[in-house]
Nanobody
Framework: QVQFVESGGGLVQPGGSLRLSCAAS????????MAWYRQAPGKQRELVAG???????NYADSVRGRFTISRDNAKNTVYLQMNSLKPEDTAVYYC??????????WGQGTQVTVSS
């Protein structure tokens, strides 16, 4: 069973940037499309960005133009570059398969807090 370890979160001021990493214990190429999700307090988990094995990406409207997802299949790692951060981006961020039928166990996530 592939496991995910997310890292790179922290406290950042509005307008700042963070780069999240998700290290998988096995092949992400075999999983296929990967995604970053986030869950804010009191809200449901939502998909933020997805990327296919070939590198095609898509984004939630709320982050398009500010976030960039990428992957390194050789390193079994998925990244999320987050720029122009807003307070409403505050959440715990997770990575996992994009396709629901391929979801693995959720990792612990990484906390992102955007506040002045």
């Amino acid at each position: 069973q592939v496991q995910f370890v997310e890292s790179g979160g922290g406290l950042v001021q509005p307008g700042g940037s963070l780069r999240l990493s998700c290290a998988a214990s096995g092949s992400i190429f075999s999983i296929g499309a990967m995604a970053w999700y986030r869950q804010a307090p009191g809200k449901q988990r939502e998909l933020v960005a997805g990327i296919t094995s070939g590198g095609a990406s898509n984004y939630a409207d709320s982050v398009r133009g500010r976030f960039t997802i990428s992957r390194d299949n050789a390193k079994n790692t998925v990244y999320l570059q987050m720029n122009s951060l807003k307070p409403e981006d505050t959440a715990v961020y997770y990575c996992n398969a994009k396709i629901s039928s391929k979801l693995r166990s959720w990792g612990q996530g990484t906390q992102v807090t955007v506040s002045s």
